[in-house]
């Protein structure tokens, strides 16, 4: 899975933003937490879950049960609205 070329993203202050710029339905911007803008970060390149929470492991000091459940609401949301291709 990866992040659509129809959203981009951008750094302001230390938050980013995820914004939608192509033909999708959803326009709009979607302001990320931390833990959120390194899953939008891992999905800038062909990733899988498995992937991200391997990552998010590496970096965070949090069961994996409870980084993967973490990772799959973010990505669920960035499903519904319309930003991943699988």
């Known amino acids: 899975m990866k992040l659509k070329p129809d959203f981009i993203t951008q750094d302001v202050d230390g938050t980013q933003f995820l914004i939608s710029v192509g033909l999708e339905s959803f326009s709009g911007i979607v302001r990320s937490n931390k833990t959120a803008a390194f899953i939008v970060d891992c999905l800038k390149e ?3 879950k ?7 492991c590496a970096k965070y000091d949090a069961p ?15 499903n519904g609205i319309g930003a991943i291709e699988e």
């Open 46 to 48: 062909e990733t899988t």
């Open 50 to 56: 498995e992937q991200i929470v391997d990552a998010m």
């Open 64 to 78: 994996r049960e409870t980084i993967s459940e973490d990772v799959q609401e973010i990505l669920d949301k960035l």
